[in-house]
């Protein structure tokens, strides 16, 4: 749906229905626990390649055109109406945020804010800079989870849905978030 009147959605933070946050909580908390450094590294670059192969060659009519998408699993619905560029710069919101408290909980540092998906709503008009930002942002998290030599730190920094979450779970979460994103991505082209 393309049109231009705004839909009525639940409001930013408002989370998951339980049921399906029961099963994001199982699958990031499993995906933490089995997946290697190497493997988060790869899966977090690999989306982030996805996605500027999906984003590059738009024109900037296509990349900024909201559309309002089927809610996905693990998407609130407060972002189901975003354009490409919206869903980007969320991407480098979130993405800088993680890089920040990776490093941070690698110095044994909890960040300043609470984390809360409330706060990490994009711009409704993203420059066309927002593709480098993005990328930029995703090579923060790399170059963040490079400069320790042990991500199981002992500090934790609670998600606002999967809790205390180590520099490990930060890294793995990253991967995992961009994975829900391109999707996302994905359903926007589809329909827009």
Sequence with gaps: MTDSTE?????PGAGLPWPE????????????RLSSRQETSELLMAERQLILDLVTPLSIDKATCRVL??????LEDSSRYWSVFM?????????TGIAEAITLLGQGKIP???????TVKPSAAPAPSILSDFANSCDAIEQSARSLSDL???TRYAHPWFGPLDAAG????SAFHLRLHRKQIEAIL???
Aim: glycine share 6%; no cysteine.
């Design 152 to 154: 199981r730190t002992p």
């Design 112 to 118: 300043p804010r609470e984390a809360s998906t409330a």
């Design 87 to 95: 869903t980007l710069d969320h991407l480098r919101i979130v993405n």
């Design 7 to 11: 839909p009525q959605l639940a409001a």
């Design 21 to 32: 946050r029961l099963i994001a909580n199982f699958m990031v908390k499993r995906g933490i």
């Design 170 to 173: 930060w890294y793995f979460m």
């Design 69 to 74: 998408i089927q809610r996905l699993r693990g």
């Design 190 to 192: 589809k329909l827009g």
